[in-house]
């Protein structure tokens, strides 16, 4: 991927992730009981843990490089930064695993870029529940992919092949 779109989207992703994760500085349990703290960091978190807005937002900094690189390696086409920036604050989200085996990212590598888009729709439960606020990121998250495509968010001439 150019450096120049990797790095507009990597600072879009943090923007994103800092704004749909929210600063929590004492350790919380997220919506499926995980401990969890600062911007949505979970690795080796226990309840009663705290952190100061600076140990937060390094974390958060190191957190969504480490994402855009794994995001970088899973795509095959170059991304514009839009898509970039939707894909990664979506993979810190759901996870490495869970993105690389997804259709979302099976169907970009096909060449259905927009389809993939749509494929972000789907990714809104948490432990089996619908849950609003990831509705919300999703709906974001899919606006800003498709207008990295030049396309409205509400184009629904697209289809996947799911």
Partial sequence: MQTKTKVAGTLLAAVMVASFEGLRHQ??????GIPTICFGHIAG?????????SE???QLAVEVAEYAEAVDL???????AGEFAAYTSWTYNVGVAAAQKSTLV???NAGDRAGACHQL??????????LPGLIT?????????LQGLGKASNDENTTSKE
């Fill in 56 to 58: 937060c937002s390094e």
């Fill in 137 to 145: 990121r999703r709906a974001e998250e899919k606006a800003l992919c």
């Fill in 106 to 108: 099976r169907l970009a």
């Fill in 45 to 53: 978190v226990r309840m009663g843990d705290t952190a100061t807005t």
């Fill in 27 to 32: 350790a919380y349990l997220d919506p499926v």
């Fill in 121 to 130: 729709d789907r990714w809104i439960y948490a432990g089996g529940r619908q």
């Fill in 74 to 80: 899973m795509f095959e086409s170059d991304l514009s």
